[in-house]
């Protein structure tokens, strides 16, 4: 009898578990709560795929909420992005999207039910006061001067700040807890500020905002989310959620944390990748070196990949850092299955078949994926003028050099056998032609020749070639951990070598009939996919990925 493989779940998975078998709730019911402040990047990947992931695995929902509680740094145009990406992932919240400013209303009720509780009050220090009252982790805080206001002073002044009597930073509400708690987050935290500021979908109707310690937790409740599933920078700020949970008496939300995901050669930051954007270092947020996931997108990158590897890496109590590499390879996997073979010279130089017939043009059968017999195949153009790679010819080549060189022979993609007689060089002792001769009984498939090769060149009719612009993509810092050179920026570390454009690629004429949204393989070259800003006169393809892991191999000579 076969043995059942044992299935393991990581400890957040196992609460769960443990919640529903206990009967504690009929269903989970988790959330995504981003703030509208940016585009999402990978690391908020990994929050959704576990929030929309754990719902749909046990049978429960998920809510997408937007913490849009800060009205100077939020847009409508993030929310839509946001939006665009979770779809993109595979992932579908129904008809519970909600907004915390939703629940302005209700937020303010439960602050004026704290101030007649006696638990908060309105403080008229300046943010550099309070600050300095908080004391040090080792030190108790010192107690505001404007603690001890009564409840009717409190309500009084409260409601004033809602009514727009007040300018900005001249008060605030403060939690009245405990000044010399351990947890500097329960030394009266701040629960609202004055903003006279437009926000995106309440107007000019609210000039106090909650603080994000407030509203997070008493969100959650309103939606009788089961398990706010958060990063491990909320752990301390734990005691605070469940003390305004306590308080206000309401639906009891559990708030657990798990590791953040953190990967080399990355930012993953929403505030330093806006820093690049707005300084210029990309082209945007979807720029296809930025770690967002519209930058990943339009890179190419297959989102099945993503939650693969989000999937993979798992479900942590401590921070520990990704490899990039790890990433790329899910992205490889995918695409290897799914992209069609199509070959495109990037940096062409011409091959002349000296004995081919002049103006003969016949058609060689190429499958599309050999991984994937359903995706048939197609006739491609040869003649007796090709371009092939510049790097496939060298004059006075190496003994495991396995490409053109003179006297040597090579196959020519689901072609024919070429030997290399000659080549030709320009004024600057540049090769610009080569001159080979082809042998008629080699052809693939029925090859008689007896010529016996080591090297397979891809190649493209030149009187048939179509131009395209490629655009290599690498790394956008140099440094495996661009945060972590303290006094440095973290901008010094940018790779100055992140972007590469090959202007004068050509392709063969099946680039013409490609999809927005089909994933390639340019043989030999890796994988590719059409760039947004493509049309019809000027086709742009991104490298997604390289077939292989060259940065492995560039850590292994650093070894």
Known sequence: MEEKKQEHYHFIEEIVREDLAAGKYEQIHTRFPPEPNGYLHIGHAKSIVLNFGLAEKYGGLTNLRFDDTNPTTEKTEYVESIKNDIRWLGYDWGDREYYTSDYFEQLYEFAERLIKKGKAYVDDSTAEEIAAMKGTPTEPGTPSPYRDR???????????????????????????????????????????????????????????????????????????????????????????????????????????????????????????????????????????????LSGMRRRGYPPEAIRN?????????????????????????????????????????????????????????????????????????????????????????????????????????????????DFVKNEAGEVTEVHVTYFPDSRSGSDTSGIKTKGTLHWVSAEHAVPVEVRLYDRLFSDPNPMGHEGRDFKEFINPDSLHVLPKAMAEPAIREVQDGEYLQFLRKGYFYKDSDSSAEHLVFNRTVGLRDAWAKIAAKKK
């Open 309 to 421: 590897f989000s999937e993979h890496i798992g479900v942590a109590k401590r921070e520990n850092i990704i490899e990039l590499s790890l990433l790329e390879h899910f992205v490889r996997q995918e695409l290897n299955k799914r992209a069609k073979r199509l070959m495109v010279v990037l940096e062409p130089i011409k091959l002349v078949i000296t004995n081919y017939p002049e103006g003969q043009t016949e058609m060689m059968s190429i499958i599309n994926n050999p991984e994937d017999e359903s995706m048939g195949g197609r006739e491609v153009p040869f003649g007796k003028y090709l371009y092939i790679e510049r790097e496939d010819f060298m004059e006075d080549p190496p003994k495991k050099f396995f490409r053109l060189g003179p006297g040597r022979h090579v196959r020519l993609k689901n072609a024919f056998i070429v030997r290399c007689d």
């Open 150 to 292: 009564s409840v009717e002073e409190n309500l009084d002044l409260f409601r004033r700040m809602r009514a727009g009597e007040f300018p900005d930073g001249s008060k605030v509400l403060r939690a009245k807890i405990d000044m010399a708690s351990p947890n500097m987050h329960l030394r009266d935290p701040l629960m609202y500020r004055i903003k006279h500021a437009r926000h995106h979908r309440t107007g000019d109707a609210w000039c106090i905002y909650p603080m994000y310690d407030f509203a997070h937790g008493q969100s959650d409740s309103i939606e009788h989310i089961t398990h706010s599933l958060c990063t491990l920078e909320f752990e301390n700020h734990r005691p605070l959620y469940e003390w305004f949970i306590r308080e206000l008496e309401i639906y009891p939300s559990r708030q657990i944390e798990f590791a953040r995901l953190n990967l080399d050669y990355t930012v993953m930051s929403k505030r330093r990748l806006l820093q690049l954007v707005e300084e210029g270092h990309v082209s945007g947020w979807d720029d296809p070196r930025m770690p967002t």
